[in-house]
Each structure stands twice: as structure tokens, then as C-alpha cells.
């Protein structure tokens, strides 16, 4: 089971080469974001999506895999900028939720329609912070 939308891209230049127009521009918007707020994070093509670092992380099979600290894919709707990091017990989308702009929060997700919603000072804190604490994310058990 693959919770991403399939895509034909085998690397992080052919999935961008494949979004639509307005897609690809906030997609590269964040990306150079990520990139550059987060240069240790090292982008990557995993899952149907952008990956950037990785950390070991148990899935729902009890597989071990390389699972993105940061990550951004283009959704039917929207797009979803997932950060795989926690402050204790709590993801740092959640932590910040109130404070990342017009977005919908789920644990790690955060999803949006248009980069104008997303408040990018906040962005830039949460990766900074994910940067610092890569892979401390709970497994599937």
C-alpha cells in the first residue's frame, strides 16, 4: 500500500519536470526554501515524492526503511509538506500549527493550495528544527 500518489519520475528532477505549471512553481519555491534554510537535509527521491535527509524508520509492514525528514508532494487538491520531526512527543507541524498560516495540519502534514497561504517565517523555523532533530519519529507498531 502506497498512502502517495503514483507518479512515473525515478528522480527528484523528472518528478519536477512532470508537475503542472503552477505545481512546479511552488514546488520549486519550497524547494529552494528547503534547500536553503536546510542545507544538511540533502533532497532525494523516495516514496512518490521530494524527500530531503532521511532517517531509519519502521513502516506498517515492520520493514526498516530510509524515510524523509522533510518531504513535498503534489496532492490531487493541494500540496503537502510533511516534517518528520518532533519536539518530545509532539510533530512540529502541530507544535506551530496555528502559527504556519491558511493550512490544514495533520501530525506531520502540512497541506495547502497556494504558497501565499503557507507563513514562510514559520516554515523556515520548523525546518531548521527538523534539521536538528532528524528521525525522532515514533514507529508503526
Not at 5 to 13: D, G, I, S, Y
Not at 73 to 91: E, F, R
Request: hydrophobic content about 40%; aromatic content about 10%.
Amino acid at each position: 500500500m502506497n498512502m502517495f500518489k503514483p507518479v512515473r519520475a525515478r528522480t527528484a528532477q523528472e518528478y519536477i519536470a512532470g508537475l503542472p505549471s503552477d505545481r512546479k512553481t511552488t514546488i520549486l519555491a519550497l524547494d529552494k526554501l528547503i534547500r536553503a534554510t536546510a542545507p544538511s537535509l540533502k533532497r532525494h527521491f523516495a516514496y512518490n515524492m521530494l524527500g530531503y535527509g532521511a532517517f531509519k524508520y519502521k513502516n506498517y509492514k515492520g520493514d526498516i526503511i530510509d524515510w524523509p525528514t522533510v518531504a513535498l508532494a503534489s496532492q490531487k487538491q493541494y500540496v503537502s509538506l510533511y516534517v518528520c520531526a518532533l519536539d518530545g512527543k509532539t510533530y512540529l507541524a502541530e507544535k506551530f500549527k496555528k502559527e504556519l498560516g491558511k493550512v490544514s495540519v495533520g501530525k506531520s502534514c502540512v497541506r495547502f493550495k497556494k504558497l501565499e497561504d503557507l507563513h514562510l517565517p514559520t516554515v523556515k523555523k520548523v525546518l531548521k528544527l527538523a534539521a536538528k532533530k532528524p528521525g525522532l519519529v515514533p514507529s508503526r507498531d
